[in-house]
């Protein structure tokens, strides 16, 4: 059976949510840096597109991008399967998701707070 | 004069012996039935002490905290503490008595305990426990005077000044028993009994052993209850086992109300038991009956295995509550041994003009220190870099790495022993305490000879 | 609703959303627990206060250090020997603890002279050591003493010693982690970037929020140091002083623990550009996934993996052994602040446990986000627990085992439930891929225990079973097990031995010539 986009979009969700730690900080300033690059990276790693590493940065993120784009390609044969402009939309609604859960839906009082 | 009584030099401390008042007063409070203590400052000053509770005892006593925050430490927070009661009443239904514990931070911002539990007695209690029995009494105990061991003094005279009422002259007495263990306890108990004698224990910690129970009882709870403290001020006699652990409380009673006060000696060892079998027998008239005798025999009997043969002239350093170590040096010596430094870790102008550090300074002809305000840095420095040598060290888990680290054997006594297990089921206190106590001894010192292969094999024939 | 309010705690009604229950389908957005408000008074809670949280948790694992806390000696004494974090270098820092001993004297006319007379004479007691650490107390707060003051005056006089001054005391926030978050921000303002390291290696990393219980650190190091990478400073478990004011110089902030630390690594990234790899040193995958990506950052992978490879095949048996036996136990997982995340989906992935309650002491909602999304439906999450909340969630969920503090452990023991101390470990290190097995070891040895089967019997009226003089954990634990899993040739209980760590000190590690052609990050 196939998974509707939504269901497939959970799937990578549970993997972050479970596996990873980045998009845990506390601040939002820091969870929006690091949804936004940690995806883009791994949206280029999954569609066999280039990928900046050039900064110390850069290179930290990749390698987050890259464990979630094997951990995504070996739980989910549909991952390299699928179209890639299937893959970068759902990727881009994965985003969506994760800025939804983790920033602007999320109850978490502290995003917010200026001082640490 | 061979025994100097020195105090320590240096402006700060370096391993500590004591913690601070608060946590005595939190040890006295849990001693008591339906009680519940509220230590009103910051979080740590309970979590702490319960955590420290727990080590020793291996035991979950409850305290509550009134949670001081960063608001009311620059506005006052008597609003946490007015809080703090209706908070534990509403969810604790038998608790009956509160102390309301201060600190050093709640004593410097100047919040008024007393005012604030004359405002509960009128408002709170009045209306929304009136059908409840309910007792808040303030302790005073900031943590920048005395020790845990004047914060005990402090709460034990503070509860039986509220509880103490006259009314019908009682044979019991009043047995004060100081920062003592359960197993402490259940011996002191036991004189009594065979002296028949019955009293109002303060306090009744016996319970601190509590056990794995079918039912799941999971907290531990001292039994003193609201009736025997009210009842001390109609008892025949207050004996204060310990002078600076309940001896306040003892001087009340016997200033407000004539109890005759008997402060010390604490039991520790056959003639401090001798003694005090000796005053009980005076206040109450009651012989001493021929089963302690034999009790007493049979300890001697068992110490006299041990003594000259292994125990004398062995050079002893001892630290921690002031009456225990005191006590203990009376014993040694008693033992033939040669306590040689003892230190008392805090400030209490008291220890200059104790009667039995004056015995010693009297009578020893050879040399003992003792350092008064004392550090654990006080043994350490002396034997690392002094050149000071003892062949055992008696006191409590905190000094344990001058044991490990210099190589000296150990015993541990007093308050917390964390690292051997269940020590605190085991008596110091009256004859069979005096028999276990120098059969540790031995068994620490004998463990120690085979250990470094020192003269172990007179052990193989006695 | 998720949100779950215990019936002991109806009467504070505020305690309500402090509780949630994982339901099906339902996501962070839709609940999470109130975190890291003022404490309730009179609510037994289990917190602690903000100068704990500097002193006790993230300032006294570093190592070559005179910790001093300025005020009365109760602070210093409550927090001393309290918690099994070692150190190399014969746990100095361990032994050893200071207090300025604050009288009321010095509460009137100020304690500052007194302050630094207690400085020199730490000093003169300890030669060897040249760095200190000062935290201020409730007392000292309240009295307005300069700390920072008297210690630069005694740096000038004392050209050869440091000192860093942590002004925490302990009303500072609702709990312990007012502490852990000041003293983040006092290091890296005082003391990061005031030396320069000595570098041994090409690739260097911080690692950040290890406290080194029981031998944690040196654990992790010995994989670091076997993919020859230089763990310039580590914050703070067995760390140095001078190391840790050489952070500024490293490659890669490796963060552990994401409560206490997350701040210094946040400013180090802001300040220096070092960035900030997030990694999880509890369970074989989540170890093995952050060993490789500290090893793909600086492009030698193929030395992680040969570490993960040759431990896993060494330990893997032995876990499974563990897991086999482990499979469906109800846990609750009660630490103080990180350990429900770390542990939350691991222990259920690699040891077969289901987490049925998260807690956290002193954690934010951040923590609990974590914690919530790693943990399975059904799962009682609370925030600041009280004593009598504990005791009711036990009865409601029955656990076969609860991973907590000393003293709660005691109230799980009393209810005749096993506990394991989730602080400082029964028999750690827990960390790294046989630290892994020996945690196992720790819950199978608490679940399977004679002496726990025998609690759970009432002599007065249960039947007194007559037929057996003992039993062993294996006969419990392997009742329903298949014949094919009990008789496994693979599978094997830990061998390793008492002390992990004595194996660690003796090892020898390879040079690894410098990689040409790498393009180093530049920092």
């Known amino acids: ?116 | 004069m061979y025994c100097e009584l020195t105090e320590r030099e240096r402006a700060g401390i370096i391993n500590p012996i004591f913690t601070c008042q608060p946590a005595g007063a939190q040890y006295a409070s849990i001693g008591i039935k339906e009680c519940i203590g509220i230590v009103h400052g910051g979080q740590g000053c309970v979590m702490f002490v319960r955590l420290l509770f727990s080590q020793h005892f291996k035991e979950s006593f409850e305290l509550a905290s009134s949670s001081l925050h960063e608001d009311g430490a620059v506005f006052g927070a008597l609003n946490r503490v007015e809080e703090a009661v209706d908070v534990l009443l509403m969810r604790y239904p038998d608790v009956k008595v509160i102390p309301i514990i201060s600190t050093c931070a709640t004593e410097v911002i100047g919040d008024d305990i007393d005012g604030v539990v004359r405002k509960l007695n009128a408002g709170l209690l009045k209306e929304k426990y009136k059908d409840r029995e309910v007792h808040l009494i303030p302790v005073h105990t900031p943590s920048f005077v005395g020790s845990m061991v004047t914060g005990y003094d402090v709460a034990v005279r503070d509860f039986v000044k509220y509880f103490a009422k006259k009314t019908e002259p009682s044979a019991k007495i009043n047995l004060i028993t100081g920062w003592a263990n359960p197993g402490d306890v259940r011996a002191l108990k036991h004189l009594l009994a065979e002296m028949q004698v019955e009293a109002n224990v303060l306090f009744e910690i016996e319970t601190f052993d509590s056990p794995l129970m079918p039912s799941g009882n999971h907290v531990s709870h001292g039994e003193t209850t609201i009736q025997e403290l009210s009842d001390t001020a109609n008892a025949a006699a207050t004996f204060a086992l310990n002078r600076y652990e309940g001896g306040k409380a003892a001087e009340y009673l016997r200033d407000k109300f004539d109890v005759p006060a008997i402060i010390g000696p604490s039991p520790i060892g056959i003639r401090n038991t001798d003694t005090f079998l000796k005053k009980l027998s005076e206040a109450t008239g009651k012989p001493i009956p021929q089963s302690l005798v034999r009790e007493r025999g049979i300890a001697l009997d068992a110490i006299t295995d041990v003594t000259h043969m292994f125990l004398a002239d062995k050079k002893v350093a001892l630290y921690g509550n002031p009456d225990l170590v005191i006590s203990l040096t009376q014993f040694c010596l008693d033992m033939e041994m040669k306590p040689v430094l003892l230190l008392l870790g805090d400030d209490n102008a008291a220890y200059k003009n104790d009667p039995r550090l004056k015995e010693l300074e009297e009578n020893l002809d050879y040399k003992l220190e003792i350092v008064m305000n004392a550090d654990l840095w006080e043994l350490e420095n002396r034997i690392k870099n002094e050149g000071l040598e003892v062949d055992l060290i008696m006191g409590h888990s905190k000094g344990r790495f001058i044991s490990i680290d210099y190589n000296i054997p150990m015993v541990r006594i007093g308050f917390p022993v964390y690292d051997r297990a269940g020590m605190y089921r085991h008596p110091v206190v009256g004859y069979e305490g005096a028999m276990l106590l120098a059969e540790n001894i031995a068994n620490t010192w004998f463990a120690d000879m085979e250990h470094k292969h020192n003269r172990e094999p007179v052990l193989n024939v006695w | 609703m998720p949100y779950h309010l215990f019936k002991c705690s109806e009467c504070i009604p505020e305690r309500g959303k402090h509780a949630v229950i994982k339901g099906p389908g339902e996501t962070l957005a839709d609940a999470l627990p109130l975190g890291y408000l003022n404490t309730i008074p009179g609510s037994i809670s289990e917190r602690g206060c903000a100068y704990c949280g500097a002193k006790h948790v993230i300032g006294t694992p570093m190592k070559d250090v005179i910790h001093m806390s300025h005020g009365p000696v109760g602070c210093t004494y409550d927090t001393w020997q309290t918690k099994r974090y070692l150190s190399d270098n014969d746990n100095f820092q361990l032994k050893y603890t200071y207090a300025t001993d604050m009288k009321e004297k010095h509460i009137i006319f100020g304690a500052e002279k007194m302050l630094k007379q207690n400085i020199i004479e730490a000093f003169e007691a300890f030669p060897a050591i040249k760095r200190m650490t000062i935290y201020q107390t409730c007392a000292s707060a309240l009295i307005g003493d300069d700390i920072n003051a008297v210690a630069n005056k005694v740096m000038k006089e004392m050209p050869d010693v440091d000192i860093f001054v942590c002004n925490s005391p302990g009303f500072g926030g609702p709990s312990q982690s007012g502490g852990h978050h000041k003293i983040n921000i006092a290091w890296i303002n005082q003391k990061v970037g005031t030396v320069e390291p000595e570098t041994t290696s090409e690739y260097m990393i911080n690692y950040v929020g290890e406290y080194n219980i029981q031998g944690d650190q040196e654990v992790m190091q010995d994989y670091f140091k076997r993919m020859g990478i230089q763990v310039l400073s580590t914050f703070t478990g067995n760390g140095s002083y001078d190391d840790l004011r050489a952070m500024h110089r490293a490659h890669l902030n490796v963060l552990e623990c994401a409560r206490s630390a997350e701040y210094i690594c946040n400013e180090l990234r802001v300040r220096y550009g070092i960035p900030r790899l997030d990694i999880d040193g509890f369970g074989f995958e989540p170890l093995s996934s952050s060993l490789k990506k500290v090893a793909m950052f600086f492009g030698i992978e193929e030395r992680a993996q040969a570490i993960i490879d040759e431990e896993t095949a060494r330990w893997k048996p032995e876990l499974e052994w563990y897991k086999a036996r482990l499979a469906g136990k109800k846990v609750c997982l009660w630490p103080g602040g990180s350990k429900l995340w770390h542990w939350a989906n691991c222990i259920h992935e690699e040891m077969g446990v289901d987490v049925v309650s998260v807690y956290t002491k002193f954690g934010h909602q951040g923590d609990m986000e974590k914690g919530i999304s790693r943990c399975e439906e059904g799962a009682l999450a609370i925030d600041d627990p009280n004593e009598l909340e504990g005791m009711e969630a036990m009865e409601m969920l029955e656990p076969d085992i609860i991973f907590t503090g000393k003293r709660p452990g005691e109230v799980a023991k009393k209810v005749r439930v096993p506990y394991l101390n989730a602080h400082a470990y029964h028999n750690g290190p827990w960390k790294g891929f046989e630290g892994w097995v020996r945690f196992a070891r720790d819950v199978y040895n608490g679940i399977y225990s004679p002496i726990h089967k025998l609690s759970l019997l009432d002599i007065s009226k249960d039947e007194i079973p007559v037929d057996r003089g003992f039993e062993t954990q294996r006969m419990l634990s392997d009742v329903h097990l298949s014949e094919e899993i009990k008789n496994s040739t693979e599978l094997r209980e830990y061998t390793g031995g008492y002390d992990l760590l004595k194996g660690l000190k003796e090892r020898v590690y390879p040079e690894f010539p410098p990689k040409a052609n790498v393009a180093l990050p530049a920092v």
């Open chain 1, 1 to 116: 059976m196939k998974e509707t986009s939504k269901e497939r979009v959970e799937q990578l969700v549970d993997v972050i949510m479970k596996k990873c730690l980045w998009q845990f900080h506390s601040r939002t300033w820091d969870r929006e840096k690091q949804n936004e690059n940690i995806i883009l990276k791994t949206t280029q790693i999954l569609c066999d597109e280039p990928v900046v590493k050039e900064t110390p940065e850069e290179k930290c993120y990749w390698v987050d991008a890259v464990w979630l784009a094997n951990a995504y390609k070996e739980k989910f044969p549909w991952v390299t399967e699928i179209d890639k402009e299937d893959l970068k939309q759902i990727m881009r609604e994965l985003k969506e998701r994760l800025d939804f859960l983790l920033i602007t839906g999320s109850l978490n009082a502290e995003l917010t707070d200026p001082l640490y």
